[in-house]
């Protein structure tokens, strides 16, 4: 059985298809609610990406990717957070993940930040650690929200477990520019990242993963460690 037909907890999460937008001339029917997610999810990455809202790119992220979708899940759609990830979910499965990811991720981030790639575009970062840790919080908590909560609960109201795979496409896009190794395995990443928030209901724990795996590359790569 599918990871959201498993349980009746995870049933009550799956909203009810929204009165759908008619286009009669085009014959053409659209889920309402899916054109608002897609379209926004395209429109806050682009802002993200072209325009600078404030000193802080992590105060940007998460105004666009936390603050945003939240007025839109909210004010708009008139639901709860909790509905997309926003909860403590199955704390003890989630545990298990994020010490489990931190584990096996562990051996890999100490080779692969070495690497000329990754030494070439992290080995220039040197913050001290309390302000690595509070930078990439507030970037990490804001991407987790969108991606693993907004865009993945929104898919999978509709697409079930499919949801798991397209969300990470656009989070695999988004690396365009990174090292080659991390955006190719972003793909994976980001499947595993929401395989995990599903299973647990919860964006917290793939954060949890995310940010373990984002302090200790740059650790790695410029020298902290």
């Not at 639901?79 to 562990?106: K, V």
């Amino acid at each position: 059985m599918g990871i959201l037909t498993d349980s009746t907890t995870r049933k009550s999460h799956i909203m009810k298809r929204d009165i759908p937008l008619k286009f009669d001339r085009l014959k053409v029917s659209l889920n309402r609610k899916n054109v608002i997610l897609i379209v926004s999810t395209v429109l806050l990455l682009t802002v993200n990406y072209y325009r600078n809202l404030t000193p802080w790119p992590s105060l940007d992220l998460a105004v666009l990717c936390f603050v945003a979708p939240l007025l839109v899940i909210t004010a708009l759609w008139q639901e709860r957070p909790a509905n997309y990830g926003l909860r403590l979910g199955n704390w003890r499965l989630g545990l298990l993940f994020t010490l489990g990811g931190m584990a096996l991720m562990t051996p890999v981030l100490w080779f692969i930040a070495r690497t000329p790639d990754f030494l070439s575009y992290y080995g220039h970062t040197t913050p001290s650690w309390e302000w690595l840790v509070l930078d990439y919080a507030v970037h990490l908590f804001s991407w987790e929200f969108f991606f693993r909560g907004f865009l993945l609960f929104g898919l999978a109201r509709n697409y079930g477990d499919d949801a798991i795979f397209l969300q990470a496409v656009p989070f695999a896009l988004v690396h365009l520019g990174k090292p080659e190794a991390e955006t190719l395995s972003t793909i994976f990443g980001g499947a595993a990242f929401g395989y995990v928030a599903l299973k647990t209901d919860s964006m917290l724990y793939p954060f949890l993963i995310h940010l373990y795996i984002q302090v200790l590359t740059i650790a790695l790569a410029s020298g902290m460690i």
